[in-house]
């Protein structure tokens, strides 16, 4: 089950982000900013997070996405689970909520670590490489 994570339980969790955990819960929570978790059937246990930040263009660095603002592309900028398979699980169910609650969002991009590991995570569910910069590489959903 999908929700949207409050401040506590954002503040709780993101010393397990294995990309970004010096991002302050307040930036992930606050204006422009998402944070998603996709809990089990009985809400007992989260399996996956992702954090999502709204911008006009795509961000080429963590810098850069950090003062982006805008309503039309969402950055998965981090994501991380617990359980196999709900990684890819909460990437498409958050896209699929951002399009029925976002209408102004066109594109679903990430900023994702220079790493075989997301490169082969983004690759394997259908994304497409956009560019690979110095400190960041970004894959585009078609969604």
Not at 17 to 24: E, F, K, M, S
Not at 43 to 59: G, L, S, W
Not at 98 to 126: C, W
């Amino acid at each position: 089950m999908l929700q949207k994570l409050d401040i506590k339980t954002i503040e709780a969790i993101i010393k397990d982000d294995p990309v970004r955990p010096h991002i302050p819960a307040e930036w992930r929570n606050g204006s422009g900013s998402e944070v998603y978790g996709l809990w089990d059937e009985d809400f007992t246990r989260i399996c996956a997070v992702v954090c999502v930040h709204y911008t006009n263009t795509v961000p080429t660095s963590e810098l850069e996405m950090l003062h982006a603002t805008g309503d039309s592309i969402a950055v998965f900028y981090t994501v991380w689970s617990y359980a196999k398979g709900s990684g890819r699980e909460i990437i498409f169910s958050v896209a699929d909520h951002i399009k029925q609650t976002r209408p102004t969002v066109k594109r679903y991009v990430t900023l994702s670590p220079l790493t075989d590991m997301a490169e082969q995570f983004h690759l394997r569910n259908g994304a497409t490489l956009v560019g690979r910069y110095d400190t960041a590489q970004n894959f585009e959903y078609e969604i």
